[in-house]
């Protein structure tokens, strides 16, 4: 009851410190911020290559990011006798910012134990929104139209990236200290998650290939986007490791800037899984429905619903702030001897080496506020043959 309090007070006063205090009452007792390691290598061992072909292109998807402006949708409304606690519009980072999501939802329910809670929605938001109520104890279901893997979640890249078209520069210091409570519980939540069977979350080494030098300024601009906050590098440095700058007489690619990092990986086919076994193993129960109207969060049994309907609230309830940002994914076949990913944003491609397919991301402009979720293959084949290229031009060191 204390807790409940304390958290009404906080998100009531626009979650200021007292929410990062709230991240450390979570932490245990011997809890010692992470390092940021400077460890890694000072050489590189051979790198395998991509064995990229379009004929090894196994899969094809587009996804469409739910982006709203000034962040994503946290508030409590009242519908009828219902309590509908929203959460979506969490951008291209919801995986990424997923825990963190989960619990400012489950902090928002005013109940006894046992109570029993509807979760609408089974996407990356409504599994771990789901899994944090069971955590505190209520009576979980998940109601939604699809499941994975054929939620938008399933046809994300799958990468630490918290800051990710999650709000606009315009909005970000309202928003700052939220995201950052949001980040930091996610990212020691995924560190707990390393190790397992399947391996749902690794970590890799990462290689960016940039044409000119890096601008260190911290934002990014994409062309034809709003301007985006750096908030991973301005609030998040102390916790994740950090990038070295590869040296030429190591540096095995034929573009002349190129930055290692590690990087946390999702395995999403795996981490799905997980999320959705975990669920079921907790006593929770998905039933499938389609809400085609905001009254029908009036029909549910539970006096509590969360809404984690993503992009899908945009018609559902006709919130025209959420804007859709296009992503065209694909999957090579996998090669488990590949250890590192790359992201060449230059020319429009990254692959990243996860176990359930190489995933190529082709980035295109004109991906904003672009709903379409039709498949261009000519994209997908665009990227594949920019990695060929890259990985043609390599050379040992
Ligand atoms: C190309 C691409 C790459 C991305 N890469 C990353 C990444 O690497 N890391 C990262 O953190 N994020 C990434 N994202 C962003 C991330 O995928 C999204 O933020 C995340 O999927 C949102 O999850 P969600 O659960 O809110 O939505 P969804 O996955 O869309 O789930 C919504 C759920 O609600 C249900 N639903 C919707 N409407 C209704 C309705 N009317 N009635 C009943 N049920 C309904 C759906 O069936 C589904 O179950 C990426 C996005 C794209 C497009």
């Not at 590189?44 to 000034?70: G, H, K, Q, Y």
């Amino acid at each position: 009851m204390q807790r409940r309090h304390f958290m009404k007070q906080a998100l009531g006063a626009g979650l200021a410190s007292s929410l990062l205090g709230c991240t450390s009452q979570r932490q245990p007792a011997s809890y010692h911020p992470p390092y940021s390691p400077v460890t890694l290598p000072l050489s590189l061992p051979p790198l395998a290559r991509v064995e990229a072909r379009s004929d090894r292109i196994v899969a094809m998807n587009v996804c469409t990011r739910p982006f709203r402006a000034m962040g994503p949708r946290t508030d409590v409304e009242s519908m009828g006798n219902k309590t509908v606690i929203h959460n979506y519009g969490h951008g291209g980072s919801g995986w990424s910012l997923s825990w963190g999501a989960a619990a400012l939802a489950e902090q928002q329910i005013q109940a006894e134990v046992n109570t029993p809670v509807a979760i609408v929605g089974c996407g990356a938001i409504g599994l771990t929104t789901a899994i944090a109520c069971q955590r505190a104890g209520y009576q979980v279901t998940i109601y939604a139209k699809e499941r994975p893997p054929y939620v938008r979640s399933s046809y994300a890249t799958g990468i630490w990236s918290p800051d990710s078209r999650i709000v606009t520069l315009e909005h970000a210091a309202d928003y700052a200290q939220t995201w950052q409570w949001m980040a930091r519980l996610s990212y020691l939540r995924f560190q707990t998650l390393l190790g397992l069977a399947g391996t749902p979350v690794e970590w890799t080494t990462m290689f960016r290939l940039a044409d000119k030098p890096f601008d260190d300024k911290g934002g990014h601009n994409i062309p034809g986007e709003p301007a985006y906050p750096g908030f991973q590098h301005q609030l998040l440095s102390d916790l994740t490791p950090k990038a070295r700058d590869v040296p030429e007489h190591l540096n095995p690619f034929a573009t002349p800037h190129v930055r290692q990092f590690p990087l946390l990986m999702f395995n999403i086919s795996a981490y799905s899984q997980y999320l959705l076994d975990v669920f079921a193993r907790n006593g929770g129960i998905i039933v499938n429905r389609t809400l085609s109207h905001q009254d029908d969060f009036k029909q549910f049994d539970e006096s509590i619903i969360v809404n984690c309907t993503g992009y899908g609230a945009k018609a559902l309830l006709n919130d025209e702030t959420i804007t859709p940002v296009r992503g065209q994914t694909c999957k090579l076949m996998p090669q488990p001897e590949l250890q590192y990913g790359l992201q060449y944003f230059d020319r429009h491609t990254s692959f990243y080496p996860r176990r359930d397919g190489i995933l190529v991301q082709a980035g295109a402009e004109g991906d904003f506020n672009n709903p379409q979720a039709n498949i261009d293959p000519a994209e997908s084949v665009a990227a594949v043959n920019a990695i060929a290229d890259i990985m043609q031009s390599m050379h040992r060191v």
